[in-house]
């Protein structure tokens, strides 16, 4: 990589690296940038030089590697070690329906290079780590979270933070998504604003609580264009801004967010390291069964659990002692529900603990089990002793027992 010196000596910064020519068939194609004053032949090539690293190929990742790519950003690099299923197809749109069960690093190389061939792809077909993500981000210039977990969250602004590199928060839940641009131009980092994780399962992640699909495509776009903005030196960015959008009302807010000096990650007591992230977020060390590894763990605390072999055949023998308790939403048991189950929302649990025997064995489940966990913790804190979690949810009884029941 060549980079030049300014005439007072100090060493240059990326932005000031170097910048590569534009072919022909480039001129063409970047020509509605060409003709925009901000951007112009320098900026164009700018965003050529630049190398931007998106961790996550899913919701948020779609529209930023669409676009990154249509606006000819020179190398992308992708992080991601999940496979195309057809639960993503309604906003991931990196991927199509001949995907699904390709590695979504595969789909979205494709796709990028459809889009624009003149990309470079790098790809880490893996999960994004403390003991690899300095290695990882170090070789770019920006980096994108499109992740869905806190684990990776706090990991990427944390590395963002040791390695002094900016940091294009998105997130996304149900009809709401934030962005912002953190540690950048002195201002804050992820971590001021949000010093630690919720409890862990606290939150439920998107593939507990839902999303609406076009939402990714608003938030990444958002990001996208922070992303090509800080590339480009221009306008203003949301560095100390966290933008707040609520496509419900379609309303859009800024809150000011400062510096905070007490930081555990910019501040003065700064980080010198990476922690374990996992553990920090209360997540199990192995991935969940949503393939996400993320706040949907059981947490610290023990949960006993039933497999679902050993409940289908506990069920088979009109095993009279089980009280099957679906703890899912109204909604949801439409959707797909064990034979034999009854229905006790989780948020109803409290009310309902007088109609659990707790003579009997009490089984609950959810979706992928981690509502149908903190419903067993619920129990037991009322005293209940005889209670197991159907490991895996409706998403294991399905693979393991009964492919009748949708898995959503
Ligand atoms: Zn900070």
Redesign the pocket.
Known sequence: MTYFHGTDGAAATATERELPDLSRDEIQRYSRHLILPDVALDGQRRLKAARVLLVGAGGLGSPLGLYLAAAGIGTIGLVDFDVVDLTNLQRQLLHGTKDVGRPKLDSARDRIADVNPHVHVESYETRLTSANALEILEPYDVVIDGTDNFATRYLVNDAC?LLGKPNVYGSIFRFEGQASLF?DANG?????LFREPPPAGLVPSCAEGGVLGVLPGLVGTIQATEAIKRILGIGETLVGRLLLVDALTMRFRTVNVR??PA?????TRALRELIDYDAFCGVAAHPNVDGHGTNGGNGRQEVPEIGPRELARRLSSADESIDLIDVREPHEWHIARIPGARLVPLGNLDQALTTIDAGRDTIVYCRSGARSAKAVRTLKAAGHKRVWNLAGGVLRWSDEVDPTVAKY
């Open positions: 933070v540690a804050p980092c992820y971590r001021c510096r905070n930081c555990p990650a910019c501040g």
